[in-house]
């Protein structure tokens, strides 16, 4: 089986969960990375002790997948508190999950968002989709988020308090167009786990992920040209013949070669900034439900800052055409307006053109008739099931599964 030549393209979290699983079984597959490192679209920055992921993401610790290939102890998982602090114009309350943390009971009772008949809706939501299961989800109809939620009943005043200022910060778009589907997995898993952030940044999954992928080489700073029925070709170097491929970026069917305008991607931006002082406690999310506020959320890193200083993330979603100097300065006035939060310093900036796949009809299960362009090589991703870390590791175990096949 060593002398088996399995490539996978991309050391994201799709391909290190493929290598993962082919390497479990024996084989010795070469991953190929067009950057330095592992991760994709999962990486930190560390710095003086402070961690800094390429984003704002959280780990769903009901995820099928994320229980199935990472050990959660050893990423000592710093867990959110459920719900947010929401605010607006100054003025801030706290929504909660009291079935699941008692101490948010009468804060969410009392706070001004939306009726009691949303709150309690809210629970009968949670209970209906906790006994709905994953694959029923993604038969169901889809629709938009937004029509979904009028037609649970809920009121405009929640919808605009809570569910869009919230959904915004996960599907990375602020009218709640997002299929149904991923509505329901989303909010089922939030109420069936918690959202996580390992101690040392949402990067370090990506890591656990390729030590685990024991018997894989890395060829990192490789770009991959094309594949071709025999060879794969890279921008540097000869051609090199393969048994099998496992391509986690879009390809071309037809001649083989990358071909990333065939996904449409939803962006953001990640700010993080010192503070003097902590305006919400460590593990609640703030937002701003004002809709023509730039910032989405906000929290404060589990990672300290060496001078003593706090540290805030602060997500801008969708595009706004502003230069880095004009953002830095509507969000820090922002913070101020909505939050009360002065902003020190700005220590980092990454704009992230390509945070999620934009996707219709979205799926849960990877589906390997679909998703074989040659005989040997198949794709997998997010961008090819839905965008979220369950799905990249569930594609690229599935993608690993139907290559060993195809190699008998
Ligand atoms: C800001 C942000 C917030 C998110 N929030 C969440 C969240 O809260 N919860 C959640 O579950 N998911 C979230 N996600 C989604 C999640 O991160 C992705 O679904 C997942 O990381 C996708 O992994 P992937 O392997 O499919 O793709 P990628 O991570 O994009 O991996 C593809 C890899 O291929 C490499 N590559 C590209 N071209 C070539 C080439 N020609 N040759 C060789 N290598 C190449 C790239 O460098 C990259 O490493 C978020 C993502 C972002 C960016």
Redesign the pocket.
């Not at 984003?55 to 959280?58: D, H, N």
């Given at each position: 089986m060593e002398d088996v030549k399995i490539y996978v393209?991309?050391?994201?979290?799709?391909?290190l969960v493929a290598a993962k699983t082919l390497s479990e079984n024996g084989y010795h597959p070469v991953i190929?990375?067009?950057?330095a490192g592992p991760g994709?679209?999962?990486k930190t920055d560390r710095e003086g002790g402070s961690a800094f992921d390429h984003?704002?993401?959280?780990l769903?610790t009901a995820y099928p997948q994320a229980q199935k290939h990472l050990d959660y102890s050893e990423l000592e998982l710093r867990r959110f508190k459920p719900g947010a602090m929401i605010f607006e114009n100054g003025n801030s309350c706290r929504i909660g999950d009291p079935l699941r943390d008692l101490s948010s009971l009468l804060p969410t009772l009392k706070a001004p968002v939306g009726s009691w008949s949303d709150k309690w809706k809210i629970f009968r939501l949670s209970s209906q989709l906790k006994k709905k299961s994953i694959e029923e989800i993604f038969e169901s109809d889809e629709k938009t988020t937004l029509q979904y939620l009028k037609d649970f009943g809920f009121s405009d005043e929640i919808i605009r308090q809570f569910f869009r200022p919230f959904f915004t910060g996960?599907f990375l778009e602020g009218e709640l167009r997002t299929s149904s589907r991923m509505f329901e997995f989303t909010f089922k898993m939030f109420s069936e786990g918690a959202a996580a952030i390992p101690a040392m940044g949402i990067g370090d999954i990506s890591l656990q992920l390729a030590s685990q992928a024991k018997q894989c080489s890395f060829r990192y700073m490789e770009?991959?040209e094309q594949i071709t029925r025999d060879h794969l070709v890279l921008a540097h170097g000869d051609p090199l013949p393969y048994d099998g491929i496992i391509s986690?970026?879009p390809l071309n069917p037809k001649n083989g070669k990358?071909d990333l305008g065939q996904v449409q991607w939803k962006r953001?931006d990640n700010l993080y900034f010192t503070t003097k002082s902590q305006a919400i406690p460590h593990g609640v999310i703030g937002l701003v439900a004002d809709e023509s506020a730039l910032v989405n959320n906000l929290y404060y890193n589990f990672s300290q800052c060496k001078s003593g200083a706090w540290l805030l993330s602060v997500t801008v979603v969708g595009n706004h055409g502003l230069d880095t100097a004009t953002l830095e300065q509507r969000v820090r006035e922002e913070l101020q307006q909505h939050c009360g939060i002065e902003a020190i310093d700005l220590v980092r900036h990454y704009p992230?053109e390509k945070?999620?796949p934009d996707l219709e009809n979205l799926q849960y299960h990877w589906n390997a008739d679909h998703n074989r362009i040659l005989e040997r090589v198949f794709t997998a991703?997010?961008y090819r099931v839905n965008?979220?870390?369950?799905?990249?590791m569930a594609s690229g175990e599935a993608a690993a599964l139907a290559l060993m096949q195809q190699l008998g």
């Open positions: 393209i991309g050391a994201g979290i799709s391909g190929i990375e067009a950057t994709g679209r999962v984003g704002f993401q959280v769903l996960i770009s991959v986690t970026i990358p953001c992230i945070a999620l991703g997010d965008g979220s870390l369950n799905a990249a």
